[in-house]
């Protein structure tokens, strides 16, 4: 895929310099499959941490049997041989060799099983601040996304889903539009109808006459704020999945608790700057597919499971994606596309517009959580804490979608949500119990940005605050004491405190909070300052200082570009994000009312990176988790008031 940093990687052991460094899409293949997962997709944030030794070693390879050829042509020994900036050259003579004169012949070799590879003190490319080998073409318009491909012969496809989960289609009438300019044919899809046309102008034209009678979805009766009881009452179910912990979990069986706090946060849209799209060509003897396909080997299945194609005739073409975040992870576009050029025997553009992108998402799970602490009288300190967390799986919407894959895809992300980052909390308590409720919602749920760290840190992090608060110590304080165990999740959280100042003087109404995540790899520390005006409640986000440990930073700015994009994206969510569920119809269907944190609201972000030296961690979905709490902490210290739902409730 598209992820300059990978080749970069490559490139360090390979000794090409990072101008040479061309990056392509991957086709369909075994060859590209994450060696840790064995799929051929990406989420997670496992790219980098889970191919950085595989493409080293891979470079290395290459290296060696360039090396190995230029060998042979001199009759020279392998200490006699240097490689820098795409030459081997002979350190006696100071002849050289362009890898393009060599590459031929060093094909023909064995591939080295164990070469050997440079000490980070040789590194020249990665921890260097280089220039994006995309940056160019997503400057000048060149960049091919999606929304961009067009392939000869093709039909355009709108689309009119039931707007309530689980609905479907009743009657239309497609006679009505017979001999119209462009119009081609109406189609059912799983949930709705689409309108084929030869431009896509003329199938939205067409849809915006078309009357469609849909059925009530299962979810006809329920409201917003009965979905939200439901939420809270579940957490006091016995019905429970344990989960992540340490310590005795009995000594929840008697003594009194000390504190119970619950958290709520709402579902959440990705509302992806590119609309969803996909281009499919469904032929006897093969499918080519072309979008942002975030999975290809879940991709693959879809269609091997329409078509009955076999995967070796199946062509998958990725393209650059316009923002997504995990919403691209479930390929339902494809499914769309490849069914409408089944039937119609022509290619097919699908295109969402905005509406049903924000109605017919995939969502962040809205959840409950409640957390509890017990203190040990000898000693004063929490010894005991406790996390229960109640939210949804994939709905049984999926498999109408896609019967035999989505069900599948269900239980996947049952087993995601029940192993919450709480129970790898890094602070030292004795013993952490943590619990999962299944509230299965009826509302389709799927991976965004951080996935399930998005709630659970949220309430761990929120929840430490008001522990340090009754303890009457600083709430900075608090957690270093707790992490002595925990030496890179205490230097970030130093390291944030410090470049935010922390300790020094604010004014009134102004506030600093800080919060923790450990996720993916890479501890992340945050400190929000926040200024809240007491008359009108306007919130001011004046400064993020974010410092985070990747292990080893493969390219500094990417690493900064990644934090503070994750920033901006939980900022949003903390403050504007919510979807709202009454009849199965959501109520949110575009910008106006599920609004993005806009520039001028936007603060002041500063990112330090710690080199610890370890593996490379994931630096793309680590960011977003702390925000929230940081912020929600960062008004409780300017106000006095504890929020424990999200988002604010403030204006800014």
């Known amino acids: 895929g598209w992820l300059p940093v990978l080749a970069f990687v490559r490139g360090e052991e390979l000794e090409v310099p990072g101008a040479s460094v061309v990056v392509e899409p991957a086709l369909l293949g075994v060859d590209y499959r994450n060696p840790a997962s064995g799929m051929q997709g990406t989420g997670d944030s496992r790219s980098i941490r889970e191919f950085f030794d595989p493409l080293r070693r891979a470079g290395a390879a290459a290296r060696e049997m360039l090396v190995a050829v230029a060998m042979q042509r001199w009759n020279a020994s392998r200490n006699d041989c240097s490689v820098q900036d795409g030459h081997v050259i ?84 497609e006679a009505q539009f017979s001999g119209r300019p462009g119009f081609h044919s109406i189609e059912r899809i799983p949930g709705g109808v689409a309108v084929l046309a030869e431009k896509f102008w003329q199938a939205q034209a067409y849809l915006k006459e078309l009357s469609v009678t849909f059925s009530d979805g299962p979810m006809k009766d329920r409201t917003h704020a009965s979905i939200e009881a439901y939420l809270r009452d579940s957490l006091d179910r016995k019905d429970g999945v344990q989960g992540d912990g340490r310590g005795e979990p009995r000594l929840w069986t008697d003594g009194p608790t000390f504190a119970v706090a619950d958290y709520e946060v709402p579902f959440l849209a990705h509302a992806s700057m590119e609309p969803i799209n996909c281009v499919a060509h469904v032929r006897a003897d093969g499918c080519d597919v072309w979008g942002p396909i975030q999975s290809q080997d879940r991709t693959a299945s879809v269609v091997e499971h329409l078509t009955g194609l076999d995967r070796s005739s199946i062509t998958i073409n990725t393209t650059f994606a316009g923002g997504a975040f995990g919403r691209l992870s479930v390929p339902d576009f494809v499914v769309q596309a490849v069914t409408l050029s089944k039937a119609t025997g022509r290619p097919v553009k699908v295109i969402w517009n905005r509406e049903e992108d924000l109605q017919h998402d995939f969502y962040r799970p809205a959840a409950a959580i409640r957390m509890q602490a017990k203190w040990d009288r000898n000693s004063g300190r929490v010894d005991a804490l406790r996390g229960i967390v109640a939210t949804s799986t994939a709905s049984d919407v999926l498999p109408k979608l896609m019967p035999d894959y989505y069900q599948t895809w269900s239980a996947e992300q049952l087993a995601s949500w029940r192993s919450t980052e709480i129970g790898n909390t890094p602070y030292d308590f004795p013993n952490i119990e943590t619990q999962w409720v299944n509230t299965d919602i009826g509302v389709p749920v799927g991976y965004w940005r951080s996935v399930d760290p998005s709630f659970t840190v949220f309430a761990m992090e929120s929840f430490m605050d008001e522990l340090a608060h009754l303890s009457g110590v600083d709430t900075l304080t608090y957690r270093l004491d707790l992490l002595g165990k925990a030496p890179r999740a205490a230097a970030v959280l130093a390291l944030a405190a410090e470049k935010a100042d922390w300790g020094t003087p604010l004014k009134g109404g102004h506030g600093r909070g800080v919060a923790l995540q450990m996720g993916f790899g890479s501890p992340v520390a945050q400190v929000a300052e926040v200024a809240v005006d007491q008359e009108s409640g306007r919130l001011e986000l004046r400064r993020i200082v974010c410092a985070v440990d990747g292990g080893i930073a493969v390219l500094p700015d990417q690493v900064e570009a990644q934090m503070t994009g994750a920033i901006l994206f939980g900022l949003t969510a903390a403050i504007h994000g919510r979807i709202t569920v009454d009849g199965g119809v959501v109520a949110q269907s575009n910008y106006h009312n599920y609004r993005i944190l806009g520039m001028a609201d936007t603060p002041d972000i500063e990112v330090h990176i710690i080199e610890s030296g370890g593996d490379p961690g994931g630096v793309g979905e680590s960011g977003t988790p702390p925000i929230a709490p940081a912020v929600t902490n960062a008004v409780f210290a300017a106000t006095g008031r504890r929020i424990r739902s999200l988002p604010l409730g403030l204006t800014v």
Not at 93 to 100: D, Q, V
Not at 128 to 135: E, H, N, P, T, Y
């Open 90 to 173: 002979h350190g006696a003579s100071g002849r050289s060799l362009p890898f393009a004169t060599l590459v031929d012949a060093a094909a023909g070799l064995p591939v080295p099983s164990d070469p050997p590879l440079k000490s980070k003190s040789e590194f020249r490319l990665i921890g260097q601040r280089v220039w994006r080998a995309d940056s160019s073409a997503k400057v000048d318009g060149t960049a091919r996304f999606g929304i961009d491909v067009n392939v000869p012969g093709q039909l355009a496809a709108a689309f009119n889903t039931d707007p309530s989960f689980g609905g479907d289609v009743l009657a239309f009438d």
